[in-house]
């Protein structure tokens, strides 16, 4: 009997997290329970062989000293060692595209050539895209290390630093560069009204109170057109949307991020460019394919979404390929609903609201301003979460 293929295209936290738990709780069920003899193997596909724990780049950026890069850029491989090689294949390529009759991803590897790679089942985890390694990785986990070593040198000799993007990610940052570099001047472009939109207006009005706090300057229904270097200096030119100019030493790109699904069929998606994917059980409309993470359409963004999501994904796949006398009973997901997100400023404050409570600022450096929850990035790539079923 032909082996069953199970491909999770997307090497991040949706991805990683996906794999583990199906190498481990699905697959040994649906093999001890399945009479014919049917085997299966897990292909996760991976544009990079890092894993990248973007929640700690917000301090890496600024303190490297704190948080280095190799603590953030964690090779994959290594984390997937113990699963057997005719349960197991991780691919090193970017998906270009899908054919969905053939049931094939295309991929092309970071050498060039391109190979085909077929699916009986499909988990789509390819999560986000950024404009700036910063935040995700692009083809090389080489580029962002690059980036960040580009970024200590520049801060060490900067004046100026113009953030722009008023989400976490920027609000994060603009933070950290002005604790460990209090001489700097550090702007940030909120890109909106206020910072944080995602949350209610007094959050984002104390994020502002708390960055003013430590001299950086908020300015809001400004967002940045182009920019360029500055011929012959060391500088950066930005253009804004009031047709403006800024000069400064360093700028940094927060903007938010768009869906990774350019290389899926175009009938699969929204019109934010997602995957339509059933809330409960993370089933997309296409019988085998499943999605999970930012690229699907149930996602906010957050890692709750993902997280959370893990366990009803696989219960869907373990049902979908179960026999009918052997079917489990599906495990919805339930999508947290109140506010939840809690952003440092700096390293001794921060804002933030946990299920629907506004927290002080002393919890916010003890929940995550302390580390960035860098101590969980080692068990992120290991699937630590999902040891147990």
Same mark, same amino acid.
């Given at each position: 009997?032909?082996?069953?293929?199970?491909?999770?295209?997307?090497?991040?936290?949706?991805?990683?997290?996906?794999?583990?738990?199906?190498?481990?709780?699905?697959?040994?069920?649906?093999?001890?329970?399945?009479? *014919?003899?049917?085997?299966?193997?897990?292909?996760?596909?991976?544009?990079?062989?890092?894993?990248?724990?973007?929640?700690?780049?917000?301090?890496?950026?600024?303190?490297?000293?704190?948080?280095?890069?190799?603590?953030?850029?964690?090779?994959?491989?290594?984390?997937?060692?113990?699963?057997?090689?005719?349960?197991?294949?991780?691919?090193?390529?970017?998906?270009?595209?899908?054919?969905?009759?053939?049931?094939?991803?295309?991929?092309?590897?970071?050498?060039?050539? *391109?190979?085909?790679?077929?699916?009986?089942?499909?988990?789509?985890?390819?999560?986000?895209?950024?404009?700036?390694?910063?935040?995700?990785?692009?083809?090389?986990?080489?580029?962002?290390?690059?980036?960040?070593?580009?970024?200590?040198?520049?801060?060490?000799?900067?004046?100026?630093?113009?953030?722009?993007?008023?989400?976490?990610?920027?609000?994060?940052?603009?933070?950290?560069?002005?604790?460990?570099?209090?001489?700097?001047?550090?702007?940030?472009?909120?890109?909106?009204?206020?910072?944080?939109?995602?949350?209610?207006?007094?959050?984002?009005?104390?994020?502002?109170?708390?960055?003013?706090?430590?001299?950086?300057?908020?300015?809001?229904?400004?967002?940045?057109? *182009?920019?360029?270097?500055?011929?012959?200096?060391?500088?950066?030119?930005?253009?804004?949307?009031?047709?403006?100019?800024?000069?400064?030493?360093?700028?940094?790109?927060?903007?938010?991020?768009?869906?990774?699904?350019?290389?899926?069929?175009?009938?699969?998606?929204?019109?934010?460019?997602?995957?339509?994917?059933?809330?409960?059980?993370?089933?997309?409309?296409?019988?085998?394919?499943?999605?999970?993470?930012?690229?699907?359409?149930?996602?906010?963004?957050?890692?709750?979404?993902?997280?959370?999501?893990?366990?009803?994904?696989?219960?869907?796949?373990?049902?979908?390929?179960?026999?009918?006398?052997?079917?489990?009973?599906?495990?919805?997901?339930?999508?947290?609903?109140?506010?939840?997100?809690?952003?440092?400023?700096?390293?001794?404050?921060?804002?933030?609201?946990?299920?629907?409570?506004?927290?002080?600022?002393?919890?916010?450096?003890?929940?995550?301003?302390?580390?960035?929850?860098?101590?969980?990035?080692?068990?992120?790539?290991?699937?630590?979460?999902?040891?147990?079923?």
């Amino acid at each position: 009997m032909a082996v069953h293929d199970i491909v999770v295209v997307g090497g991040s936290f949706a991805g990683l997290s996906t794999a583990h738990y199906l190498l481990r709780h699905t697959i040994p069920k649906l093999e001890s329970s399945n009479n *014919s003899g049917q085997t299966y193997k897990l292909t996760l596909i991976s544009t990079t062989d890092h894993f990248f724990f973007k929640v700690g780049s917000p301090r890496t950026v600024a303190s490297p000293n704190l948080i280095p890069a190799e603590k953030v850029l964690l090779p994959i491989a290594d984390a997937f060692k113990s699963y057997p090689a005719d349960h197991f294949k991780l691919v090193i390529g970017t998906a270009t595209g899908l054919d969905a009759s053939e049931k094939t991803v295309s991929v092309r590897s970071a050498d060039g050539p *391109s190979s085909s790679v077929p699916y009986a089942t499909l988990v789509i985890a390819t999560g986000s895209r950024t404009s700036s390694p910063l935040w995700t990785l692009q083809d090389r986990s080489e580029q962002t290390d690059a980036e960040l070593k580009k970024i200590h040198a520049a801060l060490q000799k900067a004046s100026t630093v113009l953030v722009a993007g008023g989400g976490p990610a920027g609000v994060e940052t603009a933070g950290e560069i002005a604790f460990a570099y209090p001489k700097i001047e550090t702007t940030i472009l909120s890109g909106s009204t206020r910072l944080l939109t995602r949350l209610r207006t007094a959050i984002g009005v104390a994020a502002e109170s708390q960055l003013s706090k430590l001299n950086v300057t908020t300015k809001h229904d400004l967002r940045v057109v *182009s920019q360029h270097p500055e011929e012959g200096e060391e500088k950066t030119v930005v253009n804004l949307s009031d047709g403006n100019t800024m000069t400064v030493d360093v700028y940094i790109d927060a903007t938010g991020p768009t869906p990774n699904s350019s290389w899926l069929p175009k009938n699969w998606l929204t019109e934010k460019g997602q995957v339509q994917t059933d809330l409960a059980t993370l089933r997309t409309p296409t019988p085998g394919v499943y999605a999970i993470g930012d690229v699907a359409s149930y996602s906010k963004g957050v890692l709750f979404d993902v997280n959370d999501a893990v366990r009803p994904l696989c219960s869907s796949i373990l049902q979908d390929l179960s026999p009918e006398s052997k079917k489990p009973k599906q495990i919805p997901y339930k999508q947290l609903q109140k506010e939840m997100q809690v952003v440092p400023i700096g390293q001794k404050a921060g804002v933030g609201v946990v299920m629907g409570w506004k927290v002080p600022s002393w919890f916010v450096w003890m929940v995550k301003g302390r580390t960035y929850f860098i101590e969980k990035a080692m068990g992120t790539l290991q699937g630590a979460d999902f040891v147990k079923a």
